[in-house]
């Protein structure tokens, strides 16, 4: 049991170095933030293969999608409450 924890510890360890250094910001955040949202959906744009599933370029997307359809004038609707299995 212990070999296995050792693996999988040294497996996320090694993924985690893999990734990218910088803060992860929440959609709020490039919601409130235009220019810095439209630098990284221009390096997003610019490397899709690389960081199209980032978390800042899926947050960056996510924030431009909804400023774009309240510009437009879509409200979200309520949560429809139905019974699940008939």
């Known amino acids: 049991m212990k070999i296995a924890q050792a693996?999988?510890?040294i497996a996320v360890a090694s993924l985690s170095a893999c990734g990218r250094s910088g803060a992860v910001q929440t959609v709020d955040w490039?919601?409130?933030?235009?220019?810095?949202?439209?630098?990284?959906?221009?390096?997003c744009g610019a490397d899709?293969?690389?960081?199209?599933?980032?978390?800042?370029?899926?947050?960056?997307r996510k924030?431009?999608?909804?400023?774009?359809?309240?510009?437009?004038?879509y409200v979200q609707p309520a949560?429809?409450?139905?019974?699940i299995g008939g």
């Open 7 to 9: 693996i999988v510890l």
């Open 79 to 83: 949560p429809i409450h139905a019974k």
């Open 63 to 73: 924030a431009d999608t909804i400023l774009a359809s309240e510009r437009r004038g």
């Open 30 to 43: 490039y919601k409130a933030h235009a220019p810095e949202r439209k630098a990284m959906l221009d390096r």
């Open 48 to 60: 899709p293969g690389e960081l199209a599933l980032t978390p800042n370029c899926i947050n960056a």
